[in-house]
């Protein structure tokens, strides 16, 4: 099948042809035709397998027709994060670039002032987070009942965000008599009730899961000690050994303070690293983006909430620095990989107490992971010397250790760098400056809820003798 057997107009086709894709993927040849004869379609399918066109192509054949009105847009898509909508903008700036469509991007963390001129010149496209979206409604800047075609994507996502009230409040502002085209990578029961809500008679496409479908991903586990610093320790010769085949990475984290430490560390060590979390100003995270993209830089670590759905084409490796305590996590993670039928290889790190966390991932995706190197059994009594750290939180354990530590006790220490020459450590304390700074930014955002497992109190670390054990 090609995309001209799929009814696209031929300016979308010269478009596509330009960005060199021949042949439809599944989720595109499934939805294409539906959508552009203005049926509901609910697509379930996740990012990797070609699912931004799969709306984008038709949309801008039906917008072919038509122009838009001042503070009415014609079309509106809603996105999760910042990234995903700018993503899909950029989708519109490829495959558009024959048509001549006012693109409006309504986001947080830019002004308001420049999306409201965008808004008032009249959008043909809205691609926007719920929040903001409401926001601008809220201002009176924006009208919805001109709303031909509404997209809702990675539905599931917005459901962890708790985006799901916004989204219904958004469908009610707008004319029951539009197209609707929902995307999500799992139906869970509220997905289901959202659909049976608001999509007509909707054509369903499925497209098997990229961790089913993804053969060509080599998946390790790789054990690590206890100790605060192993993990750190262990992912540097992970990827010292993988050497020239590691093109670029993304190194995943579960919370957003353990993005920043492991940042830092990388740098020391002379990493070429880069960190994308969600306190990050939306310039930095996109800046940062950019140069990962272009391959200005080697290493990208991030939390799931920041890098969900990124698109960046031939990611050689995903590190899991830490092991997602939601399996379907690890499946979006490992799908950074191996994409578009190239091999990819995905490492998670495991210590003794991830083994529940892995045991669910392994029966999600219905396979044994197998080990690098030997389980965790295999570790020396030598590995797992410090089960228990004392007081203070693991990743700063050493630091609050160490204390006013000496000379030689420094140079112990397995996770310090060698010293370096003066400007390049001039350059990495400013990008470490500047991963701080934006740490420091206010408090997250409702969809950067990715550190809602900080530790209160104690943390991970209660003593052992204020644990109750069994029932009281
Ligand atoms: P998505 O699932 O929308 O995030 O797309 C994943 C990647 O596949 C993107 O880099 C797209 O540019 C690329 N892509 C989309 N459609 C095709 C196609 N028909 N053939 C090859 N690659 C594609």
């Known amino acids: 099948m090609t995309f001209a057997d799929l009814g696209l107009s031929p300016k979308v086709l010269s478009a596509v042809s330009d960005a060199g ?23 379930i399918a996740q990012t990797g397998t070609g699912k931004t066109a799969s709306f984008v192509l038709p949309m801008l054949t039906r917008l072919e027709r038509g122009r838009a009105r001042a503070r009415m847009p014609r079309t509106l898509i809603l996105e999760p994060t910042r990234e995903l909508a700018a993503q899909v903008e950029e989708n519109f700036v490829k495959y558009g670039k024959n048509h001549r469509l006012n693109i409006a991007l309504l986001i947080g963390g830019v002004s308001f002032d420049e999306q409201e001129r965008k808004l008032e010149r009249g959008a043909d496209v809205l691609i926007a987070t719920p929040g903001r979206l409401l926001d601008h409604f809220e201002r009176g800047k924006l009208l919805l009942t001109g709303v031909d075609i ?6 599931d996502r917005m459901l962890d965000m708790g985006f799901i009230p916004d989204i219904e409040r958004i469908c009610k502002l707008i004319p029951f008599t539009r197209q609707t085209l929902f995307f999500s990578a799992t139906m869970p029961p509220e997905i289901t009730k959202l659909t049976q809500q608001f999509l007509q008679a909707p054509v369903r496409v ?23 610093w192993a993990k750190r320790e262990r992912l540097r010769e992970l990827i010292r050994a993988e050497g020239d085949e ?13 993005v920043a430490t492991l940042f830092r560390s990388l740098a020391r060590h002379e990493f ?10 939306q310039r930095a995270r ?30 050689s490796h995903v590190f899991n620095f830490d092991v997602p305590t939601h399996a379907e996590d690890y499946v979006h993670r490992i799908g950074r990989t191996g994409r578009a039928g190239r091999s990819g290889k995905a490492f998670t790190i495991v210590t003794r107490a991830d083994k529940k966390y892995v045991a669910g991932i392994e029966k999600l995706i219905g396979q044994e992971i197998a080990w690098l190197d030997g389980d965790l059994s295999t570790l020396t009594a030598e590995d797992e010397a410090e089960e228990r750290p004392r007081r203070g939180r693991t990743g700063r354990g050493e630091r609050a250790r160490g204390g006013r530590r000496t000379a030689p006790e420094k140079a112990k220490r397995p996770d310090e760098a060698a010293p370096k020459p003066a400007e390049d450590r001039r350059r990495r304390k400013d990008a470490i400056k500047s991963s701080n700074e934006a740490e420091q930014k206010k408090p997250a955002p409702k969809q950067e809820r990715e550190d809602t497992s900080a530790p209160v109190g104690f943390g991970d670390d209660i003593p052992d003798f204020m644990k109750v054990h069994g029932k009281v």
């Open 206 to 228: 499925e497209v098997s899961r990229p961790a089913t479908a993804a053969v060509n991903i080599t998946q390790r586990l790789v054990k690590a000690g206890s100790k605060p």
């Open 21 to 43: 894709y021949t042949e439809p993927t599944p989720i595109q040849a499934g939805a294409i035709p539906h959508a552009l004869e203005g049926k509901d379609v609910l697509g």
């Open 246 to 258: 590691v093109k670029n990475a993304i190194i995943f984290c579960n919370r957003k303070t353990e």
């Open 286 to 315: 996109m800046m940062m983006l950019e140069n990962f993209r272009k391959g200005n830089l080697k290493l990208l670590v991030a939390s799931d909430v920041a890098a969900r759905g990124l698109d960046i084409p031939a990611v």
């Open 150 to 155: 509404l997209v809702i994507d990675e539905a």
């Open 272 to 281: 070429d690293a880069g960190a994308l979390h969600g306190d990050m100003d």
